[in-house]
């Protein structure tokens, strides 16, 4: 601040002129909506490289769903734009599984994003064992380092292999944070209730000593549990931490202050914490300071009520005030308003939840181009199906609240489905504003008669977050627009059927796809794959009823006649076969996959694999399980000799296999489990 106007020099009109701009240069922020991104995201690094904010996430997902970063871009705080998978986890060499708590960094025009993978343990299986775990262990991980010309990525693995793999003072090596201080580089770390201070070398490929020759030093506040962060403001630095479960509603984040980021600190207590009705296990966050200001907010992660889902996490952001001796004020969460721009349907339809809806919402899409449409609690009656455009400058999207209601009136007579994203003005087109459309929220109700979902053309569709009911297929992906090629990205889908024969969850007829997080119940056959390219994660589909022993023998869990699928962590639940391989299918990919049976009868087949023709899969820690012989239980049944297919590792929950026809000890190249 300028204390005096004297424009006598040179100095002072150079002093106001900055003044100035860093007032009128430093952009308006826009209105704030908590949660600040669509969907399940936690463990948020919030940075600034120029004039725009960016956001590196981890996606809140199951372990296994997680094997990717989003990352997002804002000029403003409110309104945020996705960059979505900047980095796999397939692209980083060692790392197995998921990917999470990211950190980014701008460094000599490089951008550096430091993360944590695999959930690693010592190798003596204790907690505080130094013992590190072989490459190639299931377990073995660490934290990571990728690179990239932009902070929107794609980043590209570093070093190719951990930078730190080790336990040291039983801190596992997992939630780093990154900090620059005096033109030196220092990272924090630690789980399992341990955290660690080491020093950085220039290029991040390694670590150097610290100045008292220690490779690391043991930073561990009072009540640390994971999540570190360090920042500075007027000479003084703050050191925050989560302490409780993450899991739980005791959750929270304390602090400390001190001189130095090297210490000694004074712990200062909670300053973030659950807070009814809002939101419960609030915790690892990052902080940002609004350039030209001592404007500061706290981003973090927080589980809404009434929501007891460990993972349903959402990204939030909050306003972070000092008081004037510099400690930080109790920060008090915030829902915000509906964000400006939503176009609410309920207002302009004026229904009362019982006459036909579907020609005014129609008009509704028509008349709204590059809209989200809202739908708020409550029953909306269709005759016929909704259509979305596909072409960018018409699309839509639709969002419904979580008690929004789509349903398939009495006497629905259409074989398409109720809501057809992309099934009007289709155009191929990824690059344009409006391109990445879809549907969010709300219920899906078929009412026995009707299919639910269809996606029809476009690109990059996304469907998150819905529940399905009561339909004869779930959801239907058509052939994409480019070559075949959909890329739509659908998450998060809890689905129950007609139970009728044809009935079918997930039904796939286009490649390169990506679903997650899927549960399903009573299809006749659980997913369906007709193209190929396309990776499932944590599917599960379950037959809970069953007609008659004729309707069973044909159940099937996952119907594969494409090629190139992948299969992780995915769940056959009591479907007579849990894996049908057709003659087309080639190359499938299952890693860590169940199939299970918790009854049998005499006269019912249970049939983990079987292939119409030749084996060609590739499978690795399989899961079986048979509950008695009264059935005819087999592994893997083939319809033709031959095949590259490999089975790595079988594990029988109970082994009751009785098939005279299984051929798995033909193709099983590992160890079978008892």
């Not at 039983?170 to 990272?187: L, N, R």
């Not at 990205?489 to 997080?517: C, K, Q, W, Y």
């Not at 509950?627 to 239980?633: I, L, S, V």
């Given at each position: 601040m300028i204390d005096k106007f004297d424009f006598s020099s040179r100095r002072r009109l150079a002093t106001l002129a900055a003044w100035l701009l860093a007032i009128f240069a430093n952009p308006v922020l826009g209105a704030i909506e908590n949660p600040i991104i669509d969907g399940w995201y936690a463990d948020p690094q919030i940075r600034r490289y120029g004039d725009e904010y960016w956001l590196f996430p981890t996606y809140s997902g199951s372990y296994s769903g997680q094997p990717f970063f989003d990352v997002f871009s804002s000029g403003d705080l409110g309104n945020w734009t996705k960059h979505g998978k900047a980095l796999k986890a397939e692209d980083i060499s060692w790392a197995r599984s998921a990917l999470w708590a990211p950190d980014a960094h701008e460094k000599d025009g490089k951008y550096?994003?430091?993360?944590?993978?695999?959930?690693?343990?010592?190798?003596?299986?204790?907690?505080?064992?130094?013992?590190?775990?072989?490459?190639?262990?299931?377990?073995?991980?660490?934290?990571?380092?990728?690179?990239?010309?932009?902070?929107?990525?794609?980043?590209?693995?570093?070093?190719?292999?951990?930078?730190?793999d080790q336990f040291w003072?039983?801190?596992?090596?997992?939630?780093?944070?990154?900090?620059?201080?005096?033109?030196?580089?220092?990272?924090?770390?630690?789980?399992?209730?341990?955290c660690n201070l080491v020093k950085l070398a220039p290029d991040f490929k390694s670590l150097l000593p610290l100045e008292d020759g220690r490779m690391w030093r043991d930073m561990t506040p009072p009540g640390y549990v994971e999540g570190s962060v360090m920042f500075e403001r007027r000479g003084r630095w703050y050191f925050m931490y989560s302490s409780g479960s993450w899991t739980k509603d005791n959750y929270r984040i304390n602090y400390c202050v001190g001189d130095s980021p090297f210490g000694p600190f004074e712990f200062k207590g909670t300053v973030l914490s659950s807070q009814k009705p809002i939101a419960t296990g609030?915790?690892?966050?990052?902080?940002?300071?609004?350039?030209?200001?001592?404007?500061?907010?706290?981003?973090?992660?927080?589980?809404?009520?009434?929501?007891r889902s460990p993972n349903h996490r959402v990204t939030c952001l909050d306003r972070m005030r000092f008081a004037e001796n510099g400690d930080i004020e109790?920060?008090?969460?915030?829902?915000?308003?509906?964000?400006?721009?939503?176009?609410?349907?309920?207002?302009?339809?004026?229904?009362?939840?019982?006459?036909?809806?579907?020609?005014?919402?129609?008009?509704?899409?028509?008349?709204?181009?590059?809209?989200?449409?809202?739908?708020?609690?409550?029953?909306?009656?269709?005759?016929?199906?909704?259509?979305?455009?596909?072409?960018?400058?018409?699309a839509v999207s639709l969002h419904l609240s979580d008690f929004a209601v789509l349903r398939a009136m009495p006497g629905w007579a259409h074989s398409n489905a109720m809501v057809r994203l992309g099934g009007i003005h289709p155009k191929n087109d990824n690059r344009s504003t409006g391109s990445v459309y879809g549907l969010r929220g709300g219920v899906i109700d078929g009412a026995g008669v009707a299919t639910a979902i269809s996606i029809e053309s476009g690109r990059e569709t996304r469907v998150q977050n819905v529940s399905i009911k009561r339909a004869h297929v779930g959801i239907h992906v058509k052939k994409g627009?480019?070559?075949?090629?959909?890329?739509?990205?659908?998450?998060?889908?809890?689905?129950?059927?007609?139970?009728?024969?044809?009935?079918?969850?997930?039904?796939?007829?286009?490649?390169?796809?990506?679903?997650?997080?899927?549960?399903?119940?009573?299809?006749?056959?659980?997913v369906r794959l007709r193209g190929s390219g396309n990776f499932l994660t944590n599917i599960h589909p379950l037959l809970s009823r069953v007609s008659n022993q004729r309707f069973f023998n044909d159940t099937v869990g996952f119907d594969d006649n494409s090629g190139n699928n992948s299969y992780l962590r995915c769940y056959s639940d009591q479907f007579s076969t849990g894996w049908l391989f057709g003659p087309k299918s080639d190359n499938a990919d299952l890693d860590g996959c169940v199939a299970f049976w918790y009854d049998s009868d005499p006269g019912k087949r249970h049939t983990v694999i079987r292939c119409e023709g030749q084996f060609k899969a590739l499978v690795d820690d399989l899961w079986a399980g048979f509950?008695?012989?009264?059935?005819?239980?087999a592994v893997l049944l083939v319809g033709k000799e031959g095949g590259h297919g490999v089975i790595r590792d079988i594990r029988l929950v109970e082994d009751r296999l009785n098939a005279l026809d299984d051929r798995f000890r033909d193709y099983l190249t590992g160890r079978l489990h008892p």
């Open positions: 550096y994003l430091f993360f944590s993978a695999n959930d690693t343990s010592p190798a003596d299986g204790s907690r505080t064992g130094t013992v590190v775990r072989a490459v190639g262990d299931p377990k073995y991980g660490g934290i990571g380092v990728a690179v990239s010309d932009k902070p929107e990525g794609p980043y590209r693995d570093l070093i190719g292999k951990p930078l730190v003072n039983g801190a596992q090596p997992i939630d780093q944070y990154v900090f620059e201080y005096k033109g030196e580089w220092y990272m924090l770390y630690g789980g399992w209730g341990r609030a915790g690892h966050n990052s902080v940002v300071c609004v350039p030209g200001t001592d404007e500061w907010y706290i981003c973090y992660h927080r589980r809404p009520i009434p929501s109790p920060v008090v969460m915030t829902k915000g308003p509906r964000p400006t721009g939503l176009v609410n349907v309920a207002e302009l339809l004026n229904s009362n939840g019982k006459t036909d809806v579907s020609a005014a919402i129609q008009r509704i899409i028509d008349m709204n181009p590059n809209q989200t449409l809202w739908f708020p609690d409550g029953v909306y009656p269709l005759s016929k199906p909704i259509c979305t455009p596909a072409d960018p400058a018409r627009a480019n070559s075949g090629s959909a890329d739509c990205d659908i998450r998060d889908i809890d689905m129950t059927g007609d139970n009728a024969p044809g009935s079918i969850g997930l039904l796939v007829e286009a490649h390169d796809n990506t679903f997650s997080n899927f549960r399903m119940v009573d299809f006749q056959t659980g509950r008695d012989t009264k059935a005819t239980n």
